[in-house]
Structures are given as structure tokens and as C-alpha cells.
């Protein structure tokens, strides 16, 4: 089963949940940090790396020799990475996307494609827990092909754990997609609801079933809870607002190995995902 | 006029927060918010949209199934699986374009994203430049861009001293669109380790596109140790920490009420924002 953890609002304990569930498990899971622009899963599993992998993107290379600057390039690039002026052909690669069509398309076959660094991909573990984390490139904009690479890695005979970054846009509908469940988690405020509302949205366009996971729970704004009654979606863990969770959290200690009573907690929250997607299939076939 | 840009690197440090008080304390400002995926100042300030205008940005792949030969070249060549069974998967398709134009019998045509809304609005602080992007929309960035450059109009031609900007968490196309060519970005951090680790990488991105940090430890006393260490990491790469605020259950309460947190209360943490607020005014005159 793939599992993502998303949440719309930043800081509200995503990678607190994803860690926490992850060493619940301890056996045959597999933790994917697709946060790449912050990935944090690291911080609090202390992973030992065995592996480390550069992850390029092909962008355009013009064989001069070949070229008859005809245009045509630049004319197919959706993204305006190339621009024919003359006799020069300017590429601009921190535009590319990488999708090939310009030396596909080119007549006189004068492209060829070299790979450019944006980020790595780290593998490791954790225990027994598998390890991948991507890291973009400090000055890099595009997180997408980052993500694509760490999630070549998903090994479906485990269950996998995706940390999401923060957000409803490109780099979470990316990390998200082929889950079979993403958990949101939101915190009682209205900016954790406003943000939740954004991520159920976004979790729905791609078509995959969620639940959201209360943290900071207690106080008096009781609207998450009747947003969840609302639209129908369940809500299956509350974590109370406690300064003790908070100071574990910030010695990077995760929340089941400083209070071991919340493993069965988590526990019960992976077994209740299961019967859900388990539901989800049947009603699918 | 200056741009004042407040950043993280880690989501929920209090950003927000911090931008609402900002927009209570500092005169003639114009205010601007650039986390256009996941906005939030707007539940603060209360905006009264004066004008919305539509985001076009982007293309998507369209099938005609009626010319189709199905004989599967489009999804061959998209290097974004996007294309499965001759049906577009539009939350993958990133409109490069290649399949139409690939496509032997002309059957893909390529049709330009509404990807979003940009709003110029009233606010009793002052004009507030906001966006919505589209749900799992692409090109953030562009909308953020967008949003800026209509926050420097309106400063100028009202003569603004200040733009204020609230930014997205990360290091990625949004943040970079959001800090590049700002004259001082704010990062908003807190005393955990992760937050000390993403702090370290958006300073990377500052340097990157040379616009001068400020760090500002929120919830220092959550963990002191950990501030102490954020504050030695500054020093060591000579950023001044201007302000160290304390947790206080006022912050909630005051967002709980949709309010900036100086104006719901006059004591504790908002004597501190607004002591912070006079030393970026200060280091502002510096340059």
C-alpha cells in the first residue's frame, strides 16, 4: 500500500505522523521524503545513507556543425528554453522541462540531449525501515522531476510512506499521485482549515481517498471537526496540543520513540487506512 | 520604496503571523501574498476585492477522439506519463506539447490553462495583492510573479514606502520567484532541528539570488538550546537574529479570532513583533 501525508498548511505535523507511523510499523516499510525542497523525514530517523544519486533532467545540446538555424526548436518549446537568433541558438536550461520534443522535432538533427544536475536522490536506512529521500539543488526552481525520481524507488511489496510538501500545487499533486490513501493532517485553526479545504480539493482532483489526522487537538475552534462532518471524510487521529509533543519534536525525537504509547495508536490508524482502501478497491472493481 | 519578503524554508513558523502584525504596525504600505497555493493572509486581513482578474498560464493535451487512429505515438513520446490508454491525465500533463505535435493525424490540440485568479483588494491596512491558483494548477511561480509586479505598480503610483510580502515555504520556484530582486528578506524560523536544517537552505537560496537575510526565532523558548544554536549559525554567517519572540497561547487565540496578533493584544509577544518591526525599518535605512 502507498500512503501519502499531505497537509496544505506547512508545520502542521506531517513528517511528526509519517516518522511516527513509519517506526510503528518497523518492519517491511519503506519512508519516501518527497519534500524536496525541505525534506525534514531525516532530521527525526537519523538515517544511515548507503547511496547517493544525482538527478538530471535532459535539456537540449545543438551540434553547431549540423545546425542550419531554421527555428524550429524554438517554435516547439513550450517553456521558451531556446531562442534562434541568426547564427545562434541561445538554449536556456534552467527553463527546460526536459520533454525531448526539440530534438525530436529537430530537422537537420542537430540535437542531442545532456543531462543537467537539479537534486539528488538518497537511499539508506533507518533500522530496518528503507530510506529514500530527494534534495533539490539550493538556486533550483523545479522540484517535480526531483520527486518523479524518488518515487521511481517505491518498492510496492512493502508498505510506503510518502512525506508531501506543504502546498496544493505541482510538487504535492506529483508526490500524491498512484497513493492508494493520503492522510492529511491540519491543525484547529483557520488557516489549517482553509488550507485543508485546498488540500481535500486538490487530494480529490487526483482521485485518491483521504482522511485527516487532528494535531494540536483541544482548545475551542471545533470548525475542523464539523468541516470533516460535513464533507464526509473521517477524521481518525487527534494529537493533543501538549509542550511535550512539541519539545520532542524540536530535538528531532519522534513522537513514538519518546511517548511509546502512541504506537498502538498508530497502530490502529494504519489499520483503520487499510479497511478503508481495502473498501475503496471493492467499490472501484 | 522597499520590498520586505517573509520567508521560512519550513511551513507553520508563523509567517502569516508575523506579515498580519507587520501590516497593523508599518505606515503606507502596499501588502502582497505570494503563497499562491495555499494563502492564508487574506483570513487576517479581510480583504474587500476591488479587482479579480483571471490567471491564463500553461497548456494542456486534448484527444479528439474522432480523428484518433489510435496508433499510440503521443504516448510514446511524453516523457511525463501523461498519456495512458490515449486518455490525458491533466494533473501529469505538464504542455510541452510534444504529443500534438507528433500526432499524425493532427488529432491534439492544445488548450491554454485557466490556472488561477489574482485579486487587488481593500484592506483597513492598506491595498492587499493576493492570488488563488487553480487546484493542482502549475507555474506557481508565474502567479507569483504576477502578484508582484502589480503590488510594485500600485506602491509607486501611490508612493508607498513599504511592499510586505507574505511568502510560500520551501526553496522552489514560488519562493525564488517571491525574494528575487527584494531589497530584505525576513526568515521566520522556530527552535526545532528541523526548522534550523530548512533555515540553513533558504539562506542558501537568499545568498543565491543576493538579497540580504534577517532571522527572526519564533517560540525561541520552546527549546533554548536550540535557539542558542540558530543563533550561532547566524552569526557564523553574519545574520543578524533581530528578534526572539516567546511562545504565547495569545498567537492562537488571536488567529482563532481572525486577528492580527497586535491588535488583539498590546502586551507580551506584540511588544516584541513590534520591536522587531523597528529594527527591519532601521536596517532598511542602512543600505
Same mark, same amino acid.
Given at each position: 500500500?502507498?500512503?501519502?501525508?499531505?497537509?496544505?498548511?506547512?508545520?502542521?505535523?506531517?513528517?511528526?505522523?509519517?516518522?511516527?507511523?513509519?517506526?510503528?510499523?518497523?518492519?517491511?516499510?519503506?519512508?519516501?521524503?518527497?519534500?524536496?525542497?525541505?525534506?525534514? $523525514?531525516?532530521?527525526?530517523?537519523?538515517?544511515? =545513507?548507503?547511496?547517493? /544519486?544525482? !538527478?538530471? %533532467?535532459? @535539456?537540449?545540446?545543438?551540434?553547431?556543425?549540423?545546425?542550419?538555424?531554421?527555428?524550429?526548436?524554438?517554435?516547439?518549446?513550450?517553456?521558451?528554453?531556446?531562442?534562434?537568433?541568426?547564427?545562434?541558438?541561445?538554449?536556456?536550461?534552467?527553463?527546460?522541462?526536459?520533454?525531448?520534443?526539440?530534438?525530436?522535432?529537430?530537422?537537420?538533427?542537430?540535437?542531442?540531449?545532456?543531462?543537467?544536475?537539479?537534486?539528488?536522490?538518497?537511499?539508506?536506512?533507518?533500522?530496518?525501515?528503507?530510506?529514500?529521500?530527494?534534495?533539490?539543488?539550493?538556486?533550483?526552481?523545479?522540484?517535480?522531476? $526531483?520527486?518523479?525520481?524518488?518515487?521511481?524507488? =517505491?518498492?510496492?511489496? /512493502?508498505? !510506503?510512506? %510518502?512525506? @508531501?510538501?506543504?502546498?496544493?500545487?505541482?510538487?504535492?499533486?506529483?508526490?500524491?499521485?498512484?497513493?492508494?490513501?493520503?492522510?492529511?493532517?491540519?491543525?484547529?485553526?483557520?488557516?489549517?482549515?482553509?488550507?485543508?479545504?485546498?488540500?481535500?480539493?486538490?487530494?480529490?482532483?487526483?482521485?485518491?481517498?483521504?482522511?485527516?489526522?487532528?494535531?494540536?487537538?483541544?482548545?475551542?475552534?471545533?470548525?475542523?471537526?464539523?468541516?470533516?462532518?460535513?464533507?464526509?471524510?473521517?477524521?481518525?487521529?487527534?494529537?493533543?496540543?501538549?509542550?511535550?509533543?512539541?519539545?520532542?519534536?524540536?530535538?528531532?525525537?519522534?513522537?513514538?520513540?519518546?511517548?511509546?504509547?502512541?504506537?498502538?495508536?498508530?497502530?490502529?490508524?494504519?489499520?483503520?487506512?487499510?479497511?478503508?482502501?481495502?473498501?475503496?478497491?471493492?467499490?472501484?472493481? | 520604496?522597499?520590498?520586505?519578503?517573509?520567508?521560512?524554508?519550513?511551513?507553520?513558523?508563523?509567517?502569516?503571523?508575523?506579515?498580519?502584525?507587520?501590516?497593523?504596525?508599518?505606515?503606507?504600505?502596499?501588502?502582497?501574498?505570494?503563497?499562491?497555493?495555499?494563502?492564508?493572509?487574506?483570513?487576517?486581513?479581510?480583504?474587500?476585492?476591488?479587482?479579480?482578474?483571471?490567471?491564463?498560464?500553461?497548456?494542456?493535451?486534448?484527444?479528439?477522439?474522432?480523428?484518433?487512429?489510435?496508433?499510440?505515438?503521443?504516448?510514446?513520446?511524453?516523457?511525463?506519463?501523461?498519456?495512458?490508454?490515449?486518455?490525458?491525465?491533466?494533473?501529469?500533463?505538464?504542455?510541452?506539447?510534444?504529443?500534438?505535435?507528433?500526432?499524425?493525424?493532427?488529432?491534439?490540440?492544445?488548450?491554454?490553462?485557466?490556472?488561477?485568479?489574482?485579486?487587488?483588494?481593500?484592506?483597513?491596512?492598506?491595498?492587499?495583492?493576493?492570488?488563488?491558483?487553480?487546484?493542482?494548477?502549475?507555474?506557481?511561480?508565474?502567479?507569483?510573479?504576477?502578484?508582484?509586479?502589480?503590488?510594485?505598480?500600485?506602491?509607486?503610483?501611490?508612493?508607498?514606502?513599504?511592499?510586505?510580502?507574505?511568502?510560500?515555504?520551501?526553496?522552489?520556484?514560488?519562493?525564488?520567484?517571491?525574494?528575487?530582486?527584494?531589497?530584505?528578506?525576513?526568515?521566520?524560523?522556530?527552535?526545532?532541528?528541523?526548522?534550523?536544517?530548512?533555515?540553513?537552505?533558504?539562506?542558501?537560496?537568499?545568498?543565491?539570488?543576493?538579497?540580504?537575510?534577517?532571522?527572526?526565532?519564533?517560540?525561541?523558548?520552546?527549546?533554548?538550546?536550540?535557539?542558542?544554536?540558530?543563533?550561532?549559525?547566524?552569526?557564523?554567517?553574519?545574520?543578524?537574529?533581530?528578534?526572539?519572540?516567546?511562545?504565547?497561547?495569545?498567537?492562537?487565540?488571536?488567529?482563532?479570532?481572525?486577528?492580527?496578533?497586535?491588535?488583539?493584544?498590546?502586551?507580551?509577544?506584540?511588544?516584541?513583533?513590534?520591536?522587531?518591526?523597528?529594527?527591519?525599518?532601521?536596517?532598511?535605512?542602512?543600505?
Amino acid at each position: 500500500m502507498i500512503l501519502s501525508i499531505a497537509s496544505g498548511k506547512g508545520g502542521t505535523g506531517k513528517t511528526l505522523v509519517a516518522t511516527s507511523l513509519a517506526l510503528s510499523l518497523g518492519k517491511q516499510v519503506q519512508i519516501l521524503d518527497c519534500d524536496v525542497e525541505e525534506p525534514n $523525514v531525516h532530521v527525526l530517523l537519523r538515517p544511515t =545513507i548507503v547511496q547517493s /544519486k544525482p !538527478v538530471c %533532467i535532459p @535539456v537540449p545540446k545543438i551540434d553547431k556543425a549540423k545546425c542550419t538555424y531554421c527555428g524550429e526548436c524554438a517554435k516547439v518549446c513550450a517553456y521558451h528554453a531556446l531562442a534562434v537568433v541568426k547564427k545562434l541558438v541561445l538554449v536556456f536550461p534552467e527553463l527546460c522541462h526536459g520533454c525531448g520534443a526539440c530534438s525530436y522535432l529537430c530537422p537537420a538533427k542537430a540535437i542531442s540531449e545532456e543531462g543537467r544536475e537539479m537534486g539528488v536522490v538518497e537511499l539508506g536506512y533507518a533500522g530496518e525501515i528503507e530510506f529514500v529521500q530527494g534534495k533539490l539543488t539550493i538556486g533550483e526552481a523545479m522540484a517535480t522531476p $526531483v520527486i518523479r525520481e524518488v518515487k521511481r524507488h =517505491i518498492d510496492p511489496t /512493502k508498505t !510506503v510512506i %510518502i512525506d @508531501v510538501s506543504p502546498g496544493t500545487s505541482c510538487p504535492v499533486v506529483e508526490a500524491v499521485r498512484g497513493s492508494d490513501f493520503c492522510l492529511l493532517v491540519t491543525e484547529p485553526t483557520p488557516f489549517g482549515l482553509h488550507d485543508l479545504s485546498l488540500a481535500v480539493d486538490t487530494v480529490k482532483a487526483v482521485g485518491i481517498p483521504c482522511g485527516i489526522v487532528l494535531n494540536r487537538a483541544g482548545g475551542t475552534y471545533s470548525k475542523v471537526e464539523e468541516y470533516c462532518l460535513e464533507v464526509d471524510i473521517p477524521l481518525l487521529m487527534r494529537i493533543p496540543l501538549d509542550m511535550e509533543i512539541a519539545r520532542l519534536y524540536s530535538r528531532g525525537v519522534t513522537l513514538v520513540q519518546g511517548m511509546p504509547e502512541w504506537r498502538d495508536e498508530f497502530l490502529e490508524l494504519f489499520h483503520t487506512i487499510e479497511q478503508i482502501v481495502a473498501e475503496h478497491r471493492q467499490v472501484r472493481t | 520604496m522597499k520590498e520586505i519578503v517573509v520567508l521560512s524554508g519550513k511551513g507553520g513558523t508563523g509567517k502569516t503571523t508575523i506579515v498580519a502584525s507587520l501590516a497593523a504596525l508599518a505606515k503606507n504600505k502596499v501588502l502582497c501574498d505570494c503563497d499562491v497555493d495555499a494563502a492564508d493572509l487574506h483570513l487576517l486581513l479581510k480583504p474587500k476585492a476591488k479587482e479579480t482578474h483571471e490567471f491564463r498560464s500553461g497548456q494542456t493535451a486534448i484527444i479528439d477522439e474522432k480523428l484518433c487512429t489510435r496508433c499510440s505515438l503521443c504516448e510514446e513520446v511524453c516523457r511525463f506519463e501523461a498519456i495512458k490508454d490515449l486518455k490525458v491525465d491533466l494533473t501529469a500533463c505538464e504542455g510541452c506539447g510534444f504529443c500534438a505535435h507528433v500526432c499524425p493525424e493532427n488529432a491534439i490540440t492544445m488548450k491554454e490553462n485557466l490556472a488561477g485568479h489574482w485579486f487587488v483588494s481593500d484592506t483597513k491596512y492598506g491595498p492587499l495583492v493576493h492570488a488563488r491558483l487553480g487546484i493542482a494548477q502549475e507555474n506557481s511561480g508565474k502567479l507569483v510573479n504576477v502578484v508582484r509586479q502589480n503590488a510594485r505598480k500600485i506602491a509607486e503610483k501611490e508612493k508607498a514606502d513599504y511592499i510586505i510580502t507574505d511568502g510560500p515555504p520551501g526553496i522552489g520556484c514560488p519562493v525564488i520567484s517571491s525574494l528575487s530582486g527584494a531589497n530584505l528578506v525576513l526568515l521566520v524560523t522556530e527552535p526545532t532541528l528541523s526548522a534550523l536544517h530548512d533555515l540553513e537552505r533558504v539562506i542558501g537560496v537568499c545568498r543565491h539570488f543576493g538579497v540580504p537575510p534577517l532571522v527572526c526565532i519564533n517560540k525561541y523558548d520552546l527549546n533554548e538550546e536550540n535557539t542558542h544554536r540558530i543563533g550561532s549559525f547566524c552569526q557564523e554567517q553574519a545574520i543578524e537574529v533581530i528578534s526572539r519572540i516567546p511562545f504565547d497561547k495569545l498567537v492562537t487565540e488571536a488567529l482563532v479570532n481572525s486577528m492580527p496578533v497586535v491588535e488583539y493584544s498590546q502586551t507580551g509577544v506584540a511588544n516584541h513583533i513590534e520591536t522587531m518591526w523597528h529594527r527591519v525599518h532601521k536596517s532598511l535605512g542602512k543600505e
